[in-house]
């Protein structure tokens, strides 16, 4: 004849209860880790994407800056110039390109514009700088006025060097107003690095080489030297 087995004991029961709230634990932190994980890697996959259209920005400008050629002595004078400066640890860089954008098709606009890349303080904390992009319509004062757009916020470095051919070498400066720095031209090619930190505080560096197109003074159709 077969015996019933006897019930679970107290003591049995509540190891069963412990292991269950074990697991319970185990699987909760689990899934919470791999919360706060996916939010980090998307928090830094945005602060790459950002850098990243911030430097394809700063390519378009600087493949398409120039230097007019125009002289007219009767005309209103415009001003153009390419100036690089040495201000670490975010250089400033202006100039006048042709990216200017037609937002309307009758706008009484043009496609040169005066653009500047510099950094700015945060409002809250000074000691946090930000890329920013200037750009202001073409006028007397190339280095002046316009509307400011934050680019990259809380960054590291932007380190801008301009190439120097009769010297074989990359220089930290650039100015094509004075006689005594480069006068009336542009660099050849300019080389730029972005740095800033991810979620963890590691540094995150993107860097790229630019050729510039316009290199010699141009003439813009019914502009005379």
Do not use: C
Request: zero cysteines; aromatic letters at 6%; a negative charge.
């Amino acid at each position: 004849m077969r015996t019933a087995k006897p019930g679970m004991t107290l003591l049995e029961v509540m190891f069963a209860v412990a292991i269950s709230v074990g697991i319970i634990t185990l699987v909760y932190a689990s899934s919470r880790g791999v919360g706060e994980a996916k939010v980090l890697i998307e928090g830094d996959a945005e602060r790459l994407r950002e850098a990243q259209m911030a430097l394809d920005r700063f390519g378009r400008d600087i493949r398409a800056a120039h230097l007019s050629g125009h002289r007219r002595a009767m005309q209103p004078k415009t001003e153009t110039a390419f100036v690089g400066e040495d201000d670490s640890p975010v250089d400033g860089v202006s100039m006048v390109t042709f990216t200017g954008m037609h937002r309307r098709y009758d706008a009484n606009d043009s496609d040169q514009v005066e653009v500047t890349y510099s950094g700015v303080e945060d409002r809250d904390d000074p000691a946090v700088l930000h890329l920013a992009r200037r750009v202001a319509p073409l006028d007397d004062r190339p280095l002046e006025g316009g509307a400011v757009e934050v680019l990259v916020r809380d960054i590291v470095e932007f380190d801008v060097q301009y190439y120097l051919p009769e010297r074989d070498e990359w220089i930290k400066d650039w100015d094509s107003t004075q006689p005594t720095a480069q006068p009336g031209r542009v660099p050849p090619e300019v080389r730029v690095k972005l740095t800033l930190l991810d979620r963890r505080g590691n540094e995150i560096t993107l860097a790229t080489q630019i050729p510039l197109e316009m290199r010699q003074p141009i003439l813009t159709p019914g502009g005379f030297q």
